[in-house]
């Protein structure tokens, strides 16, 4: 098909994928920047002895992660995860077939406009593991201890989201490993949006620095709302609520 045997489809289909992952890290890193939020509302910590979805009092990351549990959304986010999933192992295959069309890793080079692109653009592929590999590195400190046991009864659930951030965030060496990890993901991010949109046709002389800039922005939107959740926590946990 042409969708699976042309250049052009290829990078569509990549595109569309990165735009689930575009779309599940607003949407997580939104919900985790209400804990920030919490801070100077007096909220941070605070959650009501229920296992009662939205109970009065709770603090907004709390409410939050109630949201989470509703189950349009408890449908929503798998999807999402799958559309990543397939950015990931897409991504994988493509960069395999082009290594394997060059004969190497570097077995010749091609002067192009390629050569005048930014790092990140020409390491996607590292970054993309990067990513991944603190991604399971992430899984164990929230999805395993809340999401696992609450759908498959497995352990132990969680049902205080802050005392999990305290816990995780609570070492420097984990914060900087996971602040490692933010830089990946906008250095991934500022590429991938721009040609995300470039692929779908924003690609007009007009749009193209303009596009650039705004994947700039949303790749440093997220990346700032999600290092100030871990330093807020690092705070927390070692200097306010020790």
Known sequence: MFIFNSSIGKKFIQSISGAFLLLFLLLHGTINFFSVIDTFTGKYGVVANDDILFSEGDGLFKLGCDFMSLPIVSIMVPVLALGFLVHIIYGCWLTYE?????????????SSKAAADSWSARNMFVLGLVILGLLLFHLTHFWAKMQLPELFGIGNYENNPYLLLNATFGHWWILAIYILWFVAIFLHLSHGFWS???TIGWNSQVWFNRVKVIGIVVAALIFLMFTAVAVNAFIQANFLMA
């Open 196 to 198: 995300m949109l470039q």
């Open 98 to 110: 082009n290594i394997k069309a060059r004969g190497g890793v570097k077995r010749y080079e091609v």
